[in-house]
């Protein structure tokens, strides 16, 4: 991570990063820039610097903010119209962490509206573009931030995954991408998507760096109640120190369905991990075909909860015509909100409804128990699992974007451990013929976060 210091500015690491954003402006990775601001807090580190003053383990660093943080400087929208102009009344106890230790945000990160899609193609602010084709999508939802840092503008960027916002954009793009172990880090002043799966993580270059800004991150937060304490020590493990684990390589997600060449990615790390040390072996864990089913059941459910509160009164978007109360709700929902957060709004209250509560939202409550008990069985027999992070490489702009099944199944490998409130990375892979980036995922038990980013590691250190 290059840091502010005497001898390099804060104010040219931020001049640097905003005119690599002007640069790669077509790819709209951004919907708002911070350049005021920015600039301004750069020149005051670099004042404290002169002084001799301790300026934090970031500074000067700057970054990108997936625009469903919110944070008092600019409009936090989380790409919806629903809360365009938005001013944010308060500060993401994950951002002012970062910010503490010398962070600046130089720009709110593009992503589907409210975090609801894998290609970030449901923004109402335009689509982005991959890093590595201009043709096709960059993942979702945090697929701005992905691509600010596939593209080199920011050093690292902030992203939320709830069933693989992170970690298949990061796939997409050729990153890093984390899903901690669910509480790791606070929820606080992040716009709600489904509250027993939202996770906080970010998107970086290389293990390291990813293993910092978590450990600034992470911990205990009075005004979450579901963080953990900290469990996050500030250095990792190194990789050709670190004792060698048993690793199981998914089969199940090897197979029909699953192109060939991301099978063959993933096979690949499998042989480096060898190659480090690791014992690797295939496992076969079939309730994970239930995984999407289980999803896309409780998660519609929590978040037709959470949307529930945008109606015209509070804040956010109103409609300017309505007849009465009925209409003023019903007018301001349907401009508010993109067709997917009005599909998923349905299908959480069809589920939830008198009839069928018990034959959906507790029947995948209780399939989700099951596939909690058979993580917890198959992590008797390994220390961690690999599996790839999507099924296939980045899709085509519009190629899926008329059908919701089809753009689901892009979860599908994703969203299992997300379920069990599971830790899981995504690191590069490889690339396919074609040179798009192919991710492997890499999944732990509960808090083990940081052995996974030393598995991680030990590949890294074999280039």
Not at 318 to 334: C, E
Request: glycine share 8%.
């Amino acid at each position: 991570m290059i840091t502010a210091n005497k001898d390099i500015k804060a104010v040219d690491l931020v001049r640097e990063a905003l005119e690599k954003a002007k640069e790669f402006e077509e790819y709209h990775c951004f919907i708002s820039m911070n350049e005021a601001r920015a600039l301004e807090h750069a020149r005051e580190i670099d004042e404290r610097i002169a002084r001799g003053e301790n300026v934090g383990r970031l500074a000067g660093v700057p970054y990108a903010l997936k625009d469903n943080y919110l944070s008092h400087e600019g409009e936090t929208t989380a790409a919806a119209r629903m809360l365009d102009d938005f001013p944010s009344p308060i500060t993401a106890t994950a951002v002012a962490k970062l910010e503490a230790e010398g962070a600046i945000m130089i720009g709110r990160a593009n992503l589907d509206a409210y975090a609801h899609g894998s290609s970030t193609e449901n923004s109402y602010f335009g689509v982005t573009h991959n890093a590595h084709d201009m043709e096709r999508v960059a993942g979702g939802s945090s697929g701005g931030s992905a691509a600010a840092v596939a593209l080199g503008i920011v050093q690292f960027a902030l992203g939320s995954d709830t069933g693989g916002s992170i970690r298949q954009p990061a796939s997409y793009n050729g990153v890093y991408g984390i899903k901690p172990t669910f509480g790791t880090v606070s929820r606080y002043g992040v716009v709600a998507m489904a509250s027993s799966t939202d996770t906080m993580g970010c998107f970086t270059n290389n293990a390291d760096d990813m293993n910092l800004i978590m450990s600034i991150m992470s911990g205990k937060d009075a005004k979450d109640s579901t963080t953990l304490d900290d469990f996050w020590q500030e250095k990792l493990e190194d990789g050709k120190q670190a004792e060698k684990k048993k690793i199981g390589l998914i089969s199940d997600f090897l197979g029909d369905g699953v192109d060939p060449e991301v099978a063959k990615n993933v096979r690949d790390y499998a042989k480096k991990l060898e190659k480090a040390g690791y014992a690797v072996e295939e496992v076969s864990m079939p309730i994970l075909k239930y995984g999407l089913a289980i999803y896309y059941v409780v998660q519609p459910a929590e978040v037709a909860s959470n949307l529930s509160r945008y109606d015209g009164i509070r804040y956010g978007h109103r409609a300017a015509k309505f007849d009465d109360l009925d209409g003023l709700y019903a007018n301001t929902r349907n401009e508010g909100f993109m067709p997917e957060n009005k599909r998923r709004i349905m299908i959480g209250n069809f589920v939830l409804s008198s009839g069928f509560f018990d034959a959906y939202y507790l029947k995948a409550q209780k399939a989700r128990t099951l596939l909690i008990n058979a993580y917890n069985e198959v992590f008797e027999k390994y220390d961690a699992l690999l599996c790839p992070v999507a099924p296939a490489p980045a899709f085509k702009i519009g190629e899926k974007v008329n059908d919701p099944l089809a753009m689901y199944m892009e979860d599908a490998m994703s969203v299992p451990p997300s379920m069990a409130g599971l830790p899981a990375i995504s690191v590069p892979a490889g690339k396919t013929k074609a040179g798009l980036p192919v991710g492997a995922q890499l999944i732990g038990q509960r808090q083990s976060d940081q052995m996974l980013l030393s598995i991680a590691k030990s590949v890294e250190e074999q280039a």
